[in-house]
């Protein structure tokens, strides 16, 4: 069996942010590989820097008070010094965005039916004609209603899920070789959600399209990803399987992340359990491991700088950031089920 080709290549990726209080470490180090026809799943709290990673591969966090270190290639083109009409002819094309808020990320005076039409025909030489009639069938397949009719209406006459439908069906038109999905179901119904979960799952397995879906609802990643990325304060803190994630999870932190979600298979929580804290500043960031604050597992060793990489033998492309050995940390992961399991018990009681 071939491998896969490796479409996108990200090696140490950097974005700091200049400020009047100081340099924000947005992106710190970054490295993954995407290949054709995977979908790598990125999740982490508000302000881990997920959003900021997929926007930097599109040019689109350039500015005066912007650096940037690493690489990040396309193909073997490379996109972090790449010039603005370089990344033209990338964007929407090769590499196309489902943004996080589609109330703003839309034309509020121009019919959707033609900002769909423009970009089919920005990348390709067909005709007027040819252009609407893709765009009703993209739309159409997105689950818009009467789309032939309402290829005409203008942003505010949808709501807001259907204007999150216009965006997906946007960035789908092209059959773009890599999607990035930017919390593309956080406005849709869950019968909506499946939809569009289907039609990226379709649209990898039809063109071999590779998806990097940026989230933080576990529930969505669990249907769609192949590939998991866990990123806290700027870093990636762990990587590998969907199912390496889920049933044999390294960090502290990811424990966090699938404790605070409900469990169909367990008694129903009185009350969810949480990762204590907040997230640390991106100015000025605690020494060793950023999560040390807020793990209830630190010691001496975390005042130290942990490297990313394979601590399991068996497991070689699982990695993480955790100074605890694999033995200590699913000994100290089971121990912490047990007591939520616990106090759920006492609550229902």
Sequence with gaps: MSTPETLLRVDKLKVDFRTE???????????????????????????????????????LTKGPNSTFGGSAKLRGQELIDASEDDLRKVRGKEISMIFQDPMTSLNPVQRIGDQIAEQIQAHENVSDAEARDRTVGVLERVGIPRARERVDSYPHEFSGGMRQRVMIAMALSTDPAVLIADEPTTALDVTIQAQIL????DLRERTGTAIILVTHDLGVVADIADRIAVMYAGRIVETGTLDEIFYDPQHPYTWGLLGSITRIDKPRPARLPSIPGAPPSLINRPEG??????CRHEFSECTKFPELHARIPEAPGHDDRCWLDVDEKRAKRIVGEDQIGLEIEGASA
């Design 21 to 59: 209080d100081g340099v924000v470490h947005a992106v710190d180090e970054v490295s993954f590989d995407l290949h054709a026809g995977e979908v790598l799943a990125v999740v982490g709290e508000s302000g881990s820097g997920k959003s900021v990673t997929a926007m930097t591969l599109l040019g």
């Design 289 to 294: 491991c950023h999560f040390r604050p807020r």
């Design 198 to 201: 289907r039609e990226m799952s």
